[in-house]
């Protein structure tokens, strides 16, 4: 076995335990990928392609990081793996000026989405402090980023506090690029929004991405291109009209398709099964028919629940029982996978040769419905596979169970990692400036 490291193309890469064939894997990866020209957006400028002292950075972070009850930060996951980009911008005498959304305020000041808490984690972590702005960019704003010193830092507040954000509106993107010289963008949880913060600035100024952004997509991209097989890809959430496109895609590269979550639901009712009063797109039976026919015509293994946890009413602590998938009585909702359930797909990711996860099998935030989530991260963990965790509940769910150090990837954005899987193109790095 073999602990190392690896720096490809700028971005570093850790792998733990990792055996040869892996290793030697992904060399073939990165250079059938650079050979072909298959992944446009290794052509994108980094940080390390432009010069940066004495210039006012616009630095677009994704510091969305869960809050406790009291406003306590419970996972630095996004803080952390954006400090080698800010760190980078100080020691190279930039005037660091980050800017980031926190929960959903939609235009509105609220108190309990302030970044405060970051701004006092940043401080702790660069060893400095990081002087939050009261506003996003009125005058607090505009003071503070026109006393910068070079390898000072500097944080606006929740950019969502402002309704133009979302919209995009040109008007606040100029505004937001007016105090800066050059914009770097390391959020690649929002990636695939088009916001002024992270599409409309790059009208503006000179835009390049960080070291974050390009982990997430060369990583995402290399392994899509050519996985070690067998290629298994498990989805969980709600819809199966939200992840269309992406088990499309998918049905072209995987060996199986393992599928769980409320989506489930679409799948066995277009299979005449009764599904009770779960979560379903009855309107959408058809289509969950064309992918099951389009699985049978490519060889593809497509697992699907056997059993389920069904509660009486859709609450953490409702009555609940174990039903079989094709008999969910009527009045009751599908909650989670059940023990049947979680053993079959256990065994089919025993093996894998690369996994791709994305979305919880069950109410995982609630205890009584989070043993599925549970059972798929520990028999990813357990697999020895090259793994990739895309972000959201998933990636939750691995990092609190513990199981984070044995995943080859986990990813900061789940939409963005989506709609990578499904290959479109992400608007927050459409702006950045080719090499």
């Not at 733990?16 to 446009?40: P, Y």
């Not at 490519?298 to 009486?312: E, R, S, T």
């Amino acid at each position: 076995m073999l602990a190392i490291s690896l720096r490809l193309h700028n971005s570093q890469f850790h792998y733990k335990m990792l055996d040869i064939f892996t290793v030697v894997m992904f060399f073939k990866i990165f250079a059938k990928a650079r050979k072909e020209g298959i992944m446009a957006y290794f052509n994108k400028k980094i940080v390390e392609d432009i010069n940066v002292t004495g210039k006012k950075v616009l630095l677009r972070c994704d510091f969305n990081v869960p809050l406790d009850e009291k406003g306590r930060i419970t996972n630095y996951k996004r803080i952390d793996e954006t400090l080698k980009t800010i760190k980078y911008l100080l020691s190279n005498k930039a005037k660091v000026i980050m800017c980031s959304h926190m929960g959903r305020p939609d235009g509105k000041v609220d108190p309990k989405l302030s970044l405060k808490p970051v701004a006092e984690d940043l401080s702790k972590k660069l060893g400095f402090e990081v002087k939050l702005a009261k506003d996003v960019v009125g005058e607090s704003a505009k003071e503070l980023c026109a006393n910068l010193k070079e390898g000072e830092a500097v944080l606006l507040e929740n950019l969502r506090f402002r309704i133009e954000e979302q919209n995009n509106e040109e008007t606040f993107a100029k505004e937001l690029a007016s105090l800066a010289d050059v914009f770097v963008n390391d959020a690649f949880g929002t990636a695939h929004r088009k916001h002024a913060s992270t599409f409309g600035v790059t009208k503006f100024l000179p835009s390049v991405g960080g070291y974050l952004m390009q982990k997430e997509i060369e990583t995402m991209c290399s392994i899509l291109e050519n996985p070690k097989r067998p290629f298994v890809s498990i989805l969980g959430g709600a819809k199966v009209s939200d992840k269309f496109n992406v088990i499309n895609r998918l049905m072209e590269k995987v060996d199986t398709l393992i599928v769980g979550g409320g989506m489930a639901y679409t799948f066995m009712n277009a299979m005449g099964y009764s599904v009770g009063t779960s979560i379903c797109e009855y309107d959408k039976a058809d289509m969950a028919k064309d992918l099951m026919v389009k699985a049978k015509e490519k060889g593809i293994k497509l697992v699907m629940p056997m059993d389920n946890i069904v509660g009486l009413s859709y609450s953490p602590d409702t009555e609940f029982k174990l039903v079989k998938s094709d008999s969910i009585p009527e009045g009751w909702t599908g909650m989670d996978i059940g023990p049947e359930t979680e053993k079959l797909f256990a065994s089919a990711i025993q093996g894998a040769g690369t996994v791709v996860w994305n979305g919880p099998m069950g109410v995982s935030e609630w205890e009584n419905f989070a043993s599925g989530t549970c059972a798929v991260a520990k028999a990813i963990a357990e697999s020895g596979a090259i793994s990739i965790i895309g972000g959201g509940d998933s990636a939750a769910s691995v990092e609190k169970l513990g199981y984070a150090d044995k995943m080859t990837h986990i990813s900061t954005g789940g939409g963005a990692s989506l709609k990578l899987l499904e290959g479109a193109s992400l608007p927050g790095v459409e702006g950045l400036e080719d090499k």
